[in-house]
Nanobody, 129 residues
Framework: QVQLVESGGGLVQAGGSLRLSCTAS????????VAWFRQAPGKEREAVSC????????AYSDSVKGRFTISKDNTKNVVYLEMNSLKPEDTAVYYC??????????????????????WGQGIQVTVSS
């Protein structure tokens, strides 16, 4: 049974940093594509970062490129999202998601409505101005 639990969210001032963690259980992380999505109030959910299980090359949406870094520790079954230079427009509920299908992450990031097989419960990130 695939389970994903996010942690590390909270309130931060603009320009600050947060690191989100997604602890996975019930499957081997290395065999799955992993992604971080976010959904802001009144907006649709979009993928902001993704790592494919094919080549482990990270991909980012234009809105977070250069500020966010996705990484994973296959030995601990944890996925991270390091978020720097945070802006008020980064305020959203952030979700970790995984999918066993071979994934071209360049086709996922920045896309509204991209679907992954399993999701975490989401965690709030609020950036104050």
């Amino acid at each position: 049974q695939v389970q994903l639990v996010e942690s590390g969210g909270g309130l931060v001032q603009a320009g600050g940093s947060l690191r989100l963690s997604c602890t996975a259980s019930g499957f081997i992380l290395d065999a799955y594509a992993v992604a971080w999505f976010r959904q802001a109030p009144g907006k649709e959910r979009e993928a902001v970062s993704c790592i494919s299980q094919i080549d482990s090359t990270p991909a980012y949406s234009d809105s977070v490129k250069g500020r966010f870094t996705i990484s994973k520790d296959n030995t601990k079954n944890v996925v991270y999202l390091e978020m720097n230079s945070l802006k008020p427009e980064d305020t959203a509920v952030y979700y970790c998601a995984v999918d066993p299908s071979p994934m071209d992450c360049s086709l996922v990031v920045g896309v509204v409505g991209a679907d992954f097989g399993s999701w975490g419960q989401g965690i709030q990130v609020t950036v104050s101005s």
